[in-house]
């Protein structure tokens, strides 16, 4: 149990208007809205990744407290992205990878890359590699950040790299991988650039790479 166990309960329970009420009352009351997504939003929504897997949630009820999250992290959003957004680092292209619909975690991730400066161009879920070496194409984006939720969908990162040497496009941006199944290791393995395991760590490092 989280130290929101009030909001927590309302998210597993898929209640959209408990979820925005209690998280309008914690901003009230000024609680960093850092600590509030991730330990208020971002951990139940790992207690319904176990109950999932366990069989106690099925994908109607895991879809509703989804929109619940989300419906609670909309209100976060501003107070996160208005803290340090006059800065201008840089240009990233995201999205979640071919055959995944999961975009919770990468929406998340935008949030932080646009906290800390960077313009972000979220072009979605179900993305595939020759898609994305298109929208590199035409964004010309400084950092492409790829998120996958299920093993299977993974692969779909090592093609994206292959098709951008391929293309000639490899030496000109920066890869970053993420999403609860990626590790460190498979980075190394498809010879991406950086890796985070959560999104604050994710604005770090892509400020990293660019050696900001
Ligand atoms: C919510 C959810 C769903 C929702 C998605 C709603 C949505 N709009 O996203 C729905 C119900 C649609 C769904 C569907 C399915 N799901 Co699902 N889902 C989840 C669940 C419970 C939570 C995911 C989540 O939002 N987590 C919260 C966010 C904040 O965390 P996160 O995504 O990991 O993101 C953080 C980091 O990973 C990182 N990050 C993420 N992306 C990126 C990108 C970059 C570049 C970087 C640096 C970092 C980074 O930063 C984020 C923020 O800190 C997970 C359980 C889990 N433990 O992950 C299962 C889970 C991912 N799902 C699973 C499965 C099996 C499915 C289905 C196949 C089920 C089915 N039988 O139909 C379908 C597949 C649909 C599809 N084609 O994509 C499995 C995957 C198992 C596997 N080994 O592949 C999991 C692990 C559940 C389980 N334990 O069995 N799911």
């Keep these: 149990m989280s130290d929101y166990r009030d909001l927590e309960e309302s998210i597993l329970n898929g209640e959209d208007e408990k979820v925005q009420a209690l998280v309008k009352e914690y901003i009230d009351q000024r609680i960093d809205p850092m600590q509030l997504m991730t330990e208020g939003l971002i951990t139940p929504m790992s207690i319904v990744g176990s109950k999932m897997k366990s069989g106690d949630m099925f994908i109607p009820e895991v879809l509703?407290?989804?929109?619940?999250?989300?419906?609670?992290?909309?209100?976060?959003?501003?107070?996160?992205?208005?803290?340090?957004?006059?800065?201008?680092?840089?240009?990233?292209?995201?999205?979640?990878?071919?055959?995944?619909?999961?975009?919770?975690?990468?929406?998340?991730?935008?949030?932080?890359?646009?906290?800390?400066?960077?313009?972000?161009?979220?072009?979605?879920?179900?993305?595939?590699a020759n898609k994305f070496i298109e929208i590199v194409k035409q964004e010309n984006p400084d950092i492409l950040g790829l998120s996958a939720l299920l093993t299977t969908t993974m692969p779909c990162m090592k093609e994206v790299i292959e098709k951008l040497k391929d293309s000639g496009l490899r030496e000109k941006i920066k890869v970053m991988v993420g999403g609860a199944p990626v590790t460190q290791e498979f980075a190394n393995s498809i010879g991406a650039d950086g890796y985070a395991s959560e999104a604050g760590s994710a604005a770090e490092k892509a400020k990293q790479l660019l050696g900001k």
Excluded: C, W
């Design 64 to 128: 509703a407290s989804a929109q619940a999250m989300r419906r609670g992290l909309e209100l976060i959003k501003p107070l996160i992205v208005g803290e340090e957004s006059s800065i201008y680092i840089g240009k990233v292209v995201l999205g979640t990878v071919e055959g995944d619909l999961h975009n919770i975690g990468k929406n998340i991730v935008s949030l932080m890359l646009e906290s800390v400066g960077f313009n972000v161009i979220d072009v979605g879920e179900d993305i595939n």
